[in-house]
């Protein structure tokens, strides 16, 4: 709770103060990093028992906090911290003179987050998705000059308006069917009415919409190459597991008897497709970030795992794969913001030019393909074993199927890196245009950080799993 | 504890040899080997001593995987020819020289690093770490320092390994998954009961995965040219060590995980589909390096025949045998560098009549070509013999057919021989570039081979004493 | 009135609605189709609302969430204009069929 009303505040002071911020981004950026700090601090003591805003009791009928959900709140404030810090030069640049507008914004979609992770309620369900994405649809066309800018704005914009009014539709019908809002296993709303079965299907497709899988994945790959750099990273990370964990809670409070028994074969379905299409189209890209966009999808196919085992270890899963994927993405991105175009070709070399940030970029990758010693391994692996003790006939295949789509994934992920270490680049004048600038002292100290934590977790996965059961 | 330090003295060197200069980096290479090889000692004598022999701390608590490295029989004689070869290999990489070898160097004793972890993991999590740890260095040793088409070739490999590593990761997950105890250690899988039709799906999984590494007959389309565009020492690593690591896994991982269960008619058919294909291929090159890759593979089919044969005594041979085929491999590796650097070329017909010009060397090679055919007094010859018979017990026909690849193995061995150091020498070669003999360090290194081939050949009963521990 | 002839009507509103988003290349179209989309489901909440009333007198909620309903797609209109005035500034065009910028 408090982190929600932190972030709706800091939002707020943020927008009325533009004018005042104008002319001293310093000062802004110190400010939306204070905010971020008395969101971590304030999230982790409510997690202890101190309450600042919210007298009544805190699992009401909109909101439930659980263990997990400040654990999330704060995985998602951290990663947030060190979006920040790594783009913090970058968000000023793409308008100057709404620079702490942007910031406003992006307070305002963590709000929208901060509800999805704790919502108990289908009202509090439709807030949040929509506190979440419409300031997302104006920060995809931040760059108001650019074509590209504009069209993902727009694309993003009535496709995701169209996902909502399904997801209202999903909604309304449930009410039709159970008479209630209210998201409770112990609740009416476990109907097996035709009514109510639909609305969960329209959720569940809206849900789906809004993470980009298959069959609801065609704006992914547009939106995200056409949107400024930092704003696809924040995107690709933080919105996409926080709409993902908001699927988990749906379907976490429902009953399997409600469910049904083709749920799993619906999800099987949209994990495969979301795998393949990601991973086949990701092997043909013609530069990085289009490449980045369509590994999203797949890896968000991974990450769908959770839904089709729904046990303690695919919650464990997740959580480790919400970590891992977004500090690799977030690695990579702060990268492809030193890149005009970021081709294959551009990375050639790399590693003699720049090596720290090959090797970062390498770590990132890696922990992307899911190798051994980075964190990226045991996400896979906690999402695959939670698979084999959910049961089933189709565990086994299931996972080597997905097994399979994580070895075709090392061949784009290791096209970068062969391009950085094994290429020399090319020596001819025309080639002169392609300036990589280095990375800033704070940039090169955070992602150290950064890569220190993929490869920790790829040694120590429990240092986050034990949280939970406190 | 020492199987502890097998893993970090290699892994601190490596970092060590990451941060220093290119100058000294052989040096500190070679202490390093050298230092695990004494380890390795230590540990040979040492082995009763649990204190010393097993080591165990708690990793992942919540999924009961352990950092539990023990010695046992065949990983102690896995980790006495790991720690032998590294020595010898860096040793030798010496007399090639590497840019950024500070890298080079750096990389290979990861490799040795993540060799030992494999050879003695006691917990089926850690085992597949270090499975998988082994390829990292080695995409970046061939990748960057290999040859002309190396780029692709690696790639290759590599989609081609971390692939077969998967199927491993969902088959030990799955069986994982089936322990009473949920948990990784090696005791809890060897304790799993499965139906026979669960066994069989396990068995595919891994037949796959370990088939890609070792490598067997459809699996092998990456070997030939990874063993040919790999710089050399990487070569004589992949061919002498790496190849074994699918079948210590076998016997480690595999067999023990199932019970009653008779091999599948068709890993057998493709086991001996591998050697006879081999073979004939090996028989047919015109380049030395790929005939060697190809006699290779057709050695490895062999012993993975034995395996699956499942009879105590050709299992006890494929044993021994992984030991001597590594020596006798990564020796034959070593005259194939010798030959290239000094004439740049392995082709069949570009070498002839080099016994005039390199009576030493010529020497060598026929002693560890007998060595490879398996001839009575060499080393291979008690695990051949051994594997025959316990094949032939398990089933005549077969034997058959392992017997006639012993027949190829002897005339692809000869012609080679006959090829390179009979016949006419080209007027190139009589005035080769590098004109300078042998250093003489690099005939100690052959001789030590030359002893160890002979020695294990007439006495192989220290071989039988480790495996027994 | 019974309950299903809301229940076909905001259906045959939200059909319409949806096929307008999938047809029509309009951006402002497309838009009007979806605040048709949100208003059906509007009608349908107050429909069964009132069930609700008529069967447990409990029926209050559906109707609050009709008012979230309205000022969501309120902020949705003022942010969907202004990026469709935006883009009509950059292309002098609002045709989303041609818009393939991004591929190319």
Same mark, same amino acid.
Request: a positive charge.
């Given at each position: 709770? /408090?982190?929600?009303?932190?972030?709706?505040?800091?939002?707020?002071?943020?927008?009325?103060?533009?004018?005042?911020?104008?002319?001293?981004?310093?000062?802004?950026?110190?400010?939306?990093?204070?905010?971020?700090?008395?969101?971590?601090?304030? /999230?982790?003591?409510?997690?202890?028992?101190?309450?600042?805003?919210?007298?009544?009791?805190?699992?009401?009928?909109? &909101?439930?906090?659980?263990?997990?959900? $400040?654990? *999330?709140?704060?995985?998602?404030?951290?990663?947030?911290?060190?979006? @920040?810090?790594?783009?913090?030069?970058?968000?000023?640049?793409?308008?100057?003179?709404?620079? #702490?507008?942007?910031?406003?914004?992006?307070?305002?979609?963590?709000?929208?987050?901060?509800?999805?992770?704790?919502?108990?309620?289908?009202?509090?369900?439709?807030?949040?998705?929509?506190?979440?994405?419409?300031?997302?649809?104006?920060?995809?066309?931040?760059?108001?000059?650019?074509?590209?800018?504009?069209?993902?704005?727009?694309? $993003?914009?009535?496709?995701?308006?169209?996902?909502?009014?399904?997801?209202?539709?999903?909604?309304?019908?449930?009410?039709?069917?159970?008479?209630? %809002?209210?998201?409770?296993?112990?609740?009416?709303?476990?109907?097996?009415?035709?009514?109510?079965?639909?609305?969960?299907?329209?959720?569940?497709?809206?849900?789906?919409?809004?993470?980009?899988?298959?069959?609801?994945?065609?704006?992914?790959?547009?939106?995200?190459? =056409?949107?400024?750099?930092?704003?696809?990273? %924040?995107?690709?990370?933080?919105?996409?597991?926080?709409?993902?964990?908001?699927?988990? /809670?749906?379907?976490?409070?429902?009953?399997?008897?409600?469910?049904?028994?083709?749920?799993?074969?619906?999800?099987?379905?949209?994990?495969?497709?979301?795998?393949?299409?990601?991973?086949?189209?990701?092997?043909?890209?013609?530069?990085?970030?289009?490449?980045? +966009?369509?590994?999203?999808?797949?890896?968000?196919?991974?990450?769908?795992?959770?839904?089709?085992?729904?046990?303690?270890?695919?919650?464990?899963?997740?959580?480790?794969?919400?970590?891992?994927?977004?500090?690799?993405?977030?690695?990579?991105?702060?990268?492809?913001?030193?890149? !005009?175009?970021?081709?294959?070709?551009?990375?050639?070399?790399?590693?003699?030019?720049?090596?720290?940030?090959?090797?970062?970029?390498?770590?990132?990758?890696?922990?992307?393909?899911?190798?051994?010693?980075?964190?990226? *391994?045991?996400?896979?692996?906690?999402?695959?074993?939670?698979?084999?003790?959910?049961?089933?006939?189709?565990?086994?295949?299931?996972?080597?199927?997905?097994?399979?789509?994580?070895?075709?994934?090392?061949?784009?992920?290791?096209?970068?890196?062969?391009?950085?270490?094994?290429?020399?680049?090319?020596?001819?004048?025309?080639?002169?245009?392609?300036?990589?600038?280095?990375?800033?002292?704070?940039?090169?100290?955070?992602?150290?950080?950064?890569?220190?934590?993929?490869?920790?977790?790829?040694?120590?996965?429990?240092?986050?799993?034990?949280?939970?059961?406190? | 504890?020492?199987?502890?330090?097998? @893993?970090?003295?290699?892994?601190?060197?490596?970092?060590?040899?990451?941060?220093?200069?290119?100058?000294?980096?052989?040096?500190?290479?070679?202490?390093?080997?050298? @230092?695990?090889?004494?380890?390795?000692?230590?540990?040979?004598?040492?082995?009763?001593?649990?204190?010393?022999?097993? *080591?165990?701390?708690?990793?992942?608590?919540?999924?009961?995987?352990?950092?539990?490295?023990?010695?046992?029989?065949?990983?102690?004689?896995?980790?006495?020819?790991?720690?032998?070869?590294? %020595?010898?290999?860096?040793? *030798?990489?010496?007399?090639?020289?590497?840019?950024?070898?500070?890298?080079?160097?750096?990389?290979?004793?990861?490799?040795?690093?993540?060799?030992?972890?494999?050879?003695?993991?006691?917990?089926?999590?850690?085992?597949?770490?270090?499975?998988?740890?082994?390829?990292?260095?080695?995409?970046?040793?061939?990748?960057?320092?290999?040859?002309?088409?190396?780029?692709?070739?690696?790639?290759?490999?590599?989609?081609?390994?971390?692939? =077969?590593?998967? &199927?491993?990761?969902?088959?030990?997950?799955?069986?994982? !998954?089936?322990?009473?105890?949920?948990?990784?250690?090696?005791?809890?899988?060897?304790?799993?009961?499965?139906?026979?039709?669960?066994?069989?799906?396990?068995?595919?999984?891994?037949?796959?995965?370990? #088939?890609?590494?070792?490598?067997?007959?459809?699996?092998?389309?990456?070997?030939?040219?990874? $063993?040919?565009?790999?710089?050399?020492?990487?070569?004589?690593?992949?061919?002498?060590?790496?190849?074994?690591?699918?079948?210590?896994?076998?016997?480690?991982?595999?067999?023990?995980?199932?019970?009653?269960?008779?091999?599948?008619?068709?890993?057998?058919?493709?086991?001996?589909?591998?050697?006879?294909?081999?073979?004939?291929?090996?028989?047919?090159?015109?380049?030395?390096?790929?005939?060697?890759?190809?006699? !290779?593979?057709?050695?490895?089919?062999?012993?993975?025949?034995?395996?699956?044969?499942?009879?105590?005594?050709?299992?006890?041979?494929?044993?021994?045998?992984? &030991?001597?085929? =590594?020596?006798?491999?990564?020796?034959?590796?070593?005259?194939?560098?010798?030959?290239?650097?000094?004439?740049?070329?392995?082709?069949?017909?570009?070498?002839?009549?080099? +016994?005039?010009?390199?009576?030493?060397?010529?020497?060598?090679?026929?002693?560890?070509?007998?060595?490879?055919?398996?001839?009575?007094?060499?080393?291979?010859?008690?695990?051949?013999?051994?594997?025959?018979?316990?094949?032939?017990?398990?089933?005549?026909?077969?034997?058959?057919?392992?017997?006639?690849?012993?027949?190829?193995?002897?005339?692809?061995?000869?012609?080679?021989?006959?090829?390179?150091?009979?016949?006419?020498?080209?007027?190139?070669?009589?005035?080769?570039?590098?004109?300078?003999?042998?250093?003489?360090?690099?005939?100690?290194?052959?001789?030590?081979?030359?002893?160890?081939?002979?020695?294990? =050949?007439?006495?192989?009963?220290?071989?039988?004493?480790?495996?027994?521990? | 009135?019974?309950?299903?002839?809301?229940?076909?009507?905001?259906?045959?509103?939200?059909?319409?609605?949806?096929?307008?988003?999938?047809?029509?290349?309009?951006?402002?179209?497309?838009?009007?189709?979806?605040?048709?989309?949100?208003?059906?489901? /509007?009608?349908?909440?107050?429909? &069964?609302?009132?069930?609700? $009333?008529?069967?447990?007198?409990?029926?209050?909620?559906?109707?609050?969430?009709?008012?979230?309903?309205?000022?969501?797609?309120?902020?949705?209109?003022?942010?969907?204009?202004?990026?469709?005035?935006?883009?009509?500034?950059?292309?002098?065009?609002?045709?989303?069929?041609?818009?393939?910028?991004?591929?190319?």
């Amino acid at each position: 709770m /408090n982190a929600i009303i932190i972030a709706s505040l800091g939002a707020i002071i943020l927008m009325l103060t533009n004018l005042f911020f104008r002319k001293r981004s310093k000062l802004l950026s110190v400010f939306a990093l204070l905010v971020v700090i008395l969101l971590i601090v304030f /999230n982790t003591l409510e997690g202890q028992g101190l309450l600042f805003f919210y007298p009544a009791s805190l699992n009401s009928a909109f &909101f439930q906090f659980s263990n997990f959900t $400040y654990l *999330f709140n704060n995985v998602l404030i951290l990663t947030f911290l060190i979006y @920040i810090l790594l783009n913090k030069n970058y968000l000023l640049l793409i308008n100057p003179d709404h620079s #702490a507008d942007i910031y406003a914004l992006l307070f305002f979609v963590m709000t929208g987050c901060f509800l999805l992770t704790s919502y108990n309620n289908l009202l509090s369900l439709f807030l949040g998705i929509e506190i979440m994405t419409i300031p997302l649809y104006v920060l995809a066309g931040m760059d108001k000059k650019n074509q590209k800018s504009n069209e993902a704005s727009l694309k $993003y914009f009535l496709l995701g308006a169209f996902s909502t009014c399904i997801l209202l539709m999903g909604i309304t019908l449930l009410y039709g069917a159970t008479g209630s %809002f209210a998201l409770n296993p112990f609740n009416t709303l476990n109907t097996t009415k035709l009514l109510g079965q639909v609305g969960m299907l329209f959720i569940f497709f809206a849900l789906l919409f809004k993470v980009g899988v298959a069959p609801f994945h065609f704006w992914v790959p547009d939106v995200y190459d =056409g949107t400024p750099n930092v704003f696809t990273a %924040f995107m690709a990370t933080i919105v996409k597991v926080v709409v993902i964990i908001a699927l988990l /809670n749906f379907i976490n409070a429902l009953t399997p008897n409600c469910i049904g028994k083709s749920y799993k074969t619906i999800v099987l379905f949209v994990i495969i497709s979301t795998l393949a299409i990601g991973n086949f189209s990701a092997l043909s890209q013609p530069n990085v970030k289009r490449m980045m +966009a369509y590994s999203s999808i797949a890896q968000a196919g991974f990450m769908l795992l959770a839904l089709y085992a729904l046990n303690d270890l695919a919650t464990q899963g997740i959580l480790i794969y919400a970590i891992v994927y977004s500090l690799s993405t977030l690695t990579i991105f702060a990268i492809l913001n030193k890149f !005009s175009l970021a081709t294959f070709s551009d990375f050639n070399g790399l590693a003699k030019s720049q090596p720290l940030m090959a090797c970062f970029l390498t770590v990132a990758l890696l922990s992307l393909t899911g190798i051994p010693l980075t964190g990226g *391994f045991f996400a896979k692996y906690y999402m695959l074993s939670a698979t084999f003790f959910s049961g089933g006939k189709y565990a086994l295949p299931l996972v080597i199927i997905c097994l399979i789509f994580a070895g075709i994934s090392a061949v784009y992920y290791l096209k970068v890196i062969q391009a950085m270490y094994f290429t020399t680049p090319p020596v001819t004048s025309d080639h002169a245009s392609i300036t990589i600038q280095p990375l800033a002292t704070l940039e090169k100290s955070i992602l150290l950080l950064v890569v220190i934590a993929i490869l920790f977790l790829g040694i120590f996965p429990s240092i986050v799993t034990q949280w939970l059961y406190f | 504890m020492l199987a502890l330090l097998l @893993i970090i003295v290699p892994l601190l060197f490596a970092l060590v040899l990451f941060a220093c200069k290119e100058g000294g980096a052989k040096r500190i290479a070679v202490v390093g080997s050298f @230092i695990n090889l004494v380890i390795v000692g230590a540990l040979l004598l040492n082995h009763n001593n649990p204190y010393l022999s097993n *080591f165990q701390i708690d990793w992942i608590s919540s999924l009961n995987a352990s950092f539990h490295l023990q010695v046992a029989g065949l990983g102690m004689l896995m980790a006495c020819l790991v720690a032998l070869a590294f %020595f010898l290999i860096i040793l *030798f990489s010496s007399e090639l020289s590497y840019k950024n070898e500070q890298y080079f160097y750096g990389l290979l004793l990861f490799v040795e690093a993540g060799l030992m972890g494999v050879f003695f993991a006691h917990d089926a999590l850690l085992f597949y770490f270090f499975w998988e740890l082994v390829i990292i260095p080695i995409y970046f040793l061939c990748s960057i320092w290999g040859g002309e088409k190396r780029i692709q070739v690696t790639l290759n490999f590599f989609i081609y390994t971390f692939l =077969g590593s998967l &199927f491993l990761l969902a088959a030990l997950l799955y069986i994982y !998954s089936h322990t009473p105890d949920h948990s990784f250690a090696w005791e809890s899988f060897t304790k799993v009961q499965l139906s026979v039709k669960e066994q069989r799906v396990i068995f595919w999984l891994l037949f796959i995965a370990l #088939a890609i590494k070792m490598p067997v007959f459809p699996f092998h389309t990456w070997q030939p040219n990874t $063993y040919k565009e790999s710089p050399l020492p990487v070569t004589m690593v992949l061919s002498g060590l790496l190849a074994k690591m699918g079948l210590f896994a076998l016997l480690q991982w595999v067999l023990p995980v199932l019970h009653n269960f008779a091999t599948p008619q068709l890993a057998i058919i493709l086991c001996i589909i591998s050697i006879i294909y081999a073979s004939v291929i090996a028989l047919q090159q015109g380049d030395l390096k790929k005939m060697v890759a190809y006699s !290779s593979m057709a050695h490895i089919g062999l012993m993975a025949l034995a395996i699956f044969s499942m009879n105590a005594t050709a299992i006890s041979g494929a044993s021994l045998q992984m &030991f001597n085929h =590594g020596i006798n491999v990564v020796a034959l590796w070593m005259i194939i560098a010798l030959l290239e650097k000094k004439y740049q070329t392995t082709y069949f017909t570009n070498l002839g009549g080099l +016994a005039k010009t390199e009576p030493l060397l010529t020497l060598f090679f026929v002693i560890f070509m007998l060595a490879n055919i398996g001839l009575p007094l060499t080393n291979s010859f008690v695990g051949e013999f051994l594997m025959l018979f316990g094949i032939f017990s398990f089933n005549k026909i077969i034997a058959l057919f392992a017997g006639l690849s012993l027949i190829l193995s002897a005339t692809y061995s000869l012609g080679a021989i006959q090829k390179i150091f009979f016949g006419n020498l080209s007027e190139k070669n009589k005035h080769p570039l590098i004109a300078s003999a042998n250093a003489r360090w690099v005939v100690g290194i052959l001789v030590i081979f030359t002893l160890l081939i002979l020695f294990f =050949g007439i006495y192989p009963a220290p071989l039988f004493k480790i495996l027994q521990f | 009135m019974q309950i299903q002839y809301y229940l076909y009507l905001s259906f045959i509103l939200f059909g319409i609605g949806a096929l307008g988003v999938m047809i029509r290349r309009n951006a402002i179209i497309v838009f009007m189709c979806i605040e048709m989309m949100l208003n059906s489901v /509007n009608l349908l909440l107050v429909a &069964f609302s009132k069930v609700q $009333y008529a069967l447990n007198a409990q029926g209050i909620d559906g109707q609050i969430f009709v008012f979230f309903v309205m000022v969501v797609a309120a902020a949705e209109v003022t942010v969907g204009l202004a990026i469709i005035v935006m883009c009509y500034r950059n292309t002098r065009s609002i045709d989303i069929g041609l818009m393939n910028r991004i591929k190319n």
